[in-house]
């Protein structure tokens, strides 16, 4: 598995490569990738429908317990599934659908990236490894929002889409590490047996909601959903990617996870539901304000995601229909989701147009994507004989069985305006004259939603062929062994009465859909997203003041700033630790010293005296080089040498910086603030030393390095072997400043002089 | 700057400051010194130079644009450390050997990577001033 992950990660990096060489057959080629790791998660298929997981580690910072550690059971395994064979049909799709594009072999990177990031999400077993990919699909899903940079809208979308879900994940990693501390373990395989002992502990609530925040930014949750359909602006290969089939569900997949060790509180199973259900109502009520198809789905998907969330949230309340309706909608919703919006994006491709009212006769020019639609629509619908009748059939006996009455009937309202939308969409494949000159696209465009939406009818026909593995999907979600029999046709009963109830509903909101769509898509509703709106320019509103006050320009204002606020908060820590002593014992200075002292204090008195700036620079390095003195006279040779130096390199800068500025007259008289601040500082830095010296000195750490240098260090000059053995990293640190410094002079010295020779 | 005096010394001391740079920064691991106070003293000599004798000839005593010595530097500070890791060692532990009876140990080279930065990064900032200094711009 950690195999499987890094090849993953190391065959998106060919990508680009193979995309210049082989060009348009580039996306079949690459497509091998996905569909070989699909492969090798299909042979461990038996083995985990068995009941078994599978657990590889490799260790990273193993002093903290942060492991590159992998996990698969019934739940991984699925979604390890969906990823690498939906993936598959997606690389082979963008190859049709951005055939030509500039940037295609970027886009085949970043998309395999995703699916690298992805696949590590779901089978990371280590908190810190699912965090590191959680947020890499972050960013490489802003990559591919953006993808279209040149606009604007895409731009905005894609800032819009980070903001939130990155967000959400500094939420989810407060969450995370709590969990860990409070069961005391970082894997997650070892957090789920300690159910108990998590929901009885006091931080159990704060660390719930900091986890519900990062999977419901994730997943596009109310009040969070806003950003899913904004996202619409990313390809379409994107959409049905990263924003059906995939990563709005990683937040439902750490839900669903985590279920076993958070689920069985009152406040797990509420929350959930209740934000569950409004997600839901909310997607299906946005719905009527659109008639673009990608729009339209994307609402869909908001509903889907709720309806998923509610069902985690019945996980604990019902016996185990909820964790199978789990598992099977799971499957129907990314394989009818997927479909469609691939179907979308080749009618979009052929047509030219997304509008649903603008579209018609299709099927007769585009019959194989024809069949596509009709097919996943019925699974959208939850009609059978496809696999979302089976999943909506099992969730509505888990809402009957345990969710109250009007929870139950908002859901049907919700699946409701899905089964409307399935006509929506099929519609114009029948009704009307098809456009001038469209026909069907290239395989690549119709391969992926055939494939996706057949396998929907193939599993309603034959529901045991998924069988064992839903099976072991709700007994990951569940915590325990689930057995439960699918059943295409499950008899008479109240959910079956439902699941006509929604269809009739959906054909009456489908006749009233044109007189709703009118009406609602004509005021801007507020919604969060004004929040979101509101807080970003607040934020921003913040900065120019901010920068209007601290970054005037000026070098002198910075320097009081920074020396001010140093004195402020140091001074103030000082005062309050109450460490302003007169050190006892402190002798009297030799005569050497006192001498030194009195040319230091001349020094210091003469550059407040001078007029000229250069004079002054001078006069200060007497001070400098006293201070160097002092240390040669306390037997440290290098730090002495350390600073004559130092002293020297600043007078030439200073000098040559002072050459630079035109008109720079005299030192101005007067400047109070200035003085202050500057006497303040060295008051400062004298009471600091004064308090150090009246502490007894600690000589632990002094001791080890002289006892360590030369046996580990094999030097004697404890100062560099400190440097470039024990601290060595530091000192790594420290030079790539320094580097990174000298290049920051360089490039401002450059755009100066190509602004003076244009 | 024409002064007869700093022009002849300075081809003297440039040559003795850079040797004594080199020695400093050899003799660090044992004595008083080591890269950063090597690179100090090297970058003396230069600006010193380039003061006698004008930036174009400073230049020309260096064998790369001193940008180029901080990506040097880096690489061979990082490099140093990478040794320890096949040998299956925490990052940068050090390795010692013998090269001609001359004790030589991978903390002695991260320490010529630090001296290569420093100089670099410094001398980087002291030329791209100087330079700046013969053509003053109007506007600052």
């Not at chain 1, 004298?686 to 030097?715: C, D, N, R, W, Y």
Request: net charge positive.
């Amino acid at each position: 598995m950690v195999v499987a992950s890094i090849v993953a990660f190391l065959g998106a990096l060919t990508a680009p490569w193979l995309h210049r060489w082989l060009g348009n057959v580039a996306g079949w080629v690459l497509a091998l990738l996905p569909l070989g790791l699909a492969v090798y998660f299909a042979s461990l298929l038996p083995s985990v429908v068995e009941g078994q997981t599978l657990r590889h580690s490799l260790a990273w910072v193993p002093s903290l317990g942060v492991n590159f550690s992998f996990y698969l059971d019934g739940l991984s395994l699925l979604f390890a599934l969906l990823i690498t064979g939906i993936g598959a049909f997606i690389v082979i799709y963008s190859g049709g659908y951005l055939k030509g594009h500039p940037d295609l072999g970027r886009f085949y990177l970043v998309i395999l990236l995703f699916m690298a990031s992805m696949l590590g999400l779901v089978l990371a077993d280590n908190v810190v490894t699912l965090f590191v990919m959680w947020e890499l699909t972050s960013i490489t899903s802003y990559l591919l929002i953006g993808f279209n940079h040149s606009e604007f809208r895409s731009r905005r979308a894609a800032t819009q889409a980070l903001l939130v879900t990155a967000g959400g994940g500094l939420a989810l990693l407060a969450g995370l590490i709590l969990l860990a501390l409070m069961g005391g373990s970082l894997e997650i395989s070892e957090l789920l047996g300690q159910g108990q002992l998590l929901r009885e502990h006091p931080l159990y609530l704060p660390a719930l909601i900091l986890v519900l925040l990062g999977a419901f930014t994730k997943s596009a949750q109310f009040p969070f959903h806003f950003w899913l359909p904004n996202a619409m602006e990313a390809p379409t290969p994107v959409s049905a990617y990263l924003h059906s089939a995939t990563m709005v569900k990683a937040g439902v997949y750490l839900l669903a996870r985590l279920q076993p060790a958070l689920g069985g509180s009152e406040a797990w199973s509420s929350a959930l539901m209740v934000f569950g259900l409004a997600t839901l109502l909310t997607g299906a009520t946005l719905t009527f304000r659109h008639t673009d198809l990608k729009r339209l789905l994307a609402y869909s998907t908001v509903a889907a995601l709720g309806a998923l969330v509610f069902l985690i949230g019945l996980v604990p309340l019902t016996d185990y229909y909820a964790a199978m309706g789990f598992a099977t909608f799971l499957l129907a919703h990314s394989l009818y989701k997927g479909g469609l919006f691939m179907a979308a994006g080749a009618v979009d491709h052929e047509a030219g147009t997304r509008d649903i009212t603008q579209l018609g006769g299709l099927f007769r020019v585009m019959p194989l994507t024809g069949v596509a639609v009709v097919l996943a629509a019925l699974s959208l619908a939850g009609l059978p004989p496809v696999l979302g009748f089976i999943g909506k059939e099992v969730l509505y006996v888990a809402a009957l069985q345990a969710a109250p009455a009007w929870m139950v009937g908002l859901a049907v309202l919700g699946f409701a305006v899905g089964a409307m939308l399935a006509l929506l969409l099929v519609v114009p494949f029948f009704r009307g004259q098809p456009p001038q000159e469209v026909h069907e696209g290239p395989p690549s465009l119709w391969l992926g939603p055939l494939v996706l939406a057949g396998l929907g009818l193939l599993l309603g026909f034959f529901p045991g062929l998924y069988n064992p593995l839903a099976d072991a999907v709700a007994s990951a979600v569940k915590g325990k062994a689930v057995a439960y029999h699918l059943k295409l046709w499950p008899g008479f009963n109240l959910a079956l009465l439902l699941s006509l109830l929604t269809v009739l509903l959906g054909v009456g909101l489908y006749f009233l859909y044109p007189r709703l769509q009118a009406w609602m898509a004509q005021e801007p509703i507020p919604g969060p997203e004004n929040t979101y709106v509101a807080l970003l320019r607040g934020l921003m509103r913040l900065a120019a003041g901010a920068e209007r006050l601290l970054q005037s320009g000026s070098l002198r204002a910075y320097l009081v700033w920074t020396f001010g606020g140093l004195v402020g908060l140091v001074g103030l820590a000082l005062f309050r630790s109450g460490v302003l002593l007169w050190p006892a014992g402190a002798s009297s200075p030799k005569l050497e010293q006192a001498l030194l002292l009195a040319l230091m204090l001349l020094g210091a008195i003469g550059a407040l005296r001078l007029r000229s700036h250069l004079a002054m620079v001078v006069v200060l390095g007497i001070v400098g080089a006293g201070v160097a003195l002092v240390f040669l006279l306390q037997n440290a040779p290098d730090l002495s040498i350390t600073q004559f130096l130092v002293e020297t390199l600043t007078a030439i800068l200073i000098a040559l910086v002072l050459l630079q500025i035109r008109d720079i007259g005299s030192v101005p008289r007067g400047r109070w603030l200035d003085k202050a601040v500057a006497l303040g500082f060295g008051g400062l830095v004298t009471l600091l030393m004064l308090g150090v010296l009246a502490q007894p000195i600690e000589l632990h750490l002094s001791q080890f390095f002289a006892q360590k240098s030369l046996p580990e260090g094999f030097g004697r000059n404890i100062v560099n072997v400190i440097l470039v053995d024990f601290r060595g990293l530091d000192t790594f640190g420290e030079i790539t400043v320094v580097g990174l410094a000298g290049l920051g002079v360089w490039a401002l010295l450059q755009r100066r002089q190509r602004k003076e020779r244009p | 700057m024409n002064t007869l005096i700093l022009k002849t010394t300075s081809r003297f001391l440039f040559t003795l400051l850079l040797l004594l740079s080199v020695f400093l920064l050899l003799r660090g691991h044992n004595e008083p010194g080591g890269g950063f106070i090597g690179a100090l003293v090297a970058v003396g000599a230069y600006a010193l130079f380039a003061l006698a004798h004008g930036l174009a000839a400073a230049r020309k005593l260096l064998p790369l644009a001193p940008l180029r010595l901080v990506g040097w530097g880096l690489l061979v500070a990082l490099l140093s450390a990478l040794p320890a890791l096949l040998l299956g060692q925490p990052l940068m532990t050090g390795q010692w050997f013998s090269l001609l009876g001359v004790k030589v140990g991978t903390p002695v080279i991260f320490d010529i990577g630090v001296y290569l930065t420093v100089f670099g990064a410094l001398l980087s900032a002291i030329f791209g001033l100087e330079e700046a200094a013969h053509h003053p711009s109007e506007g600052a």
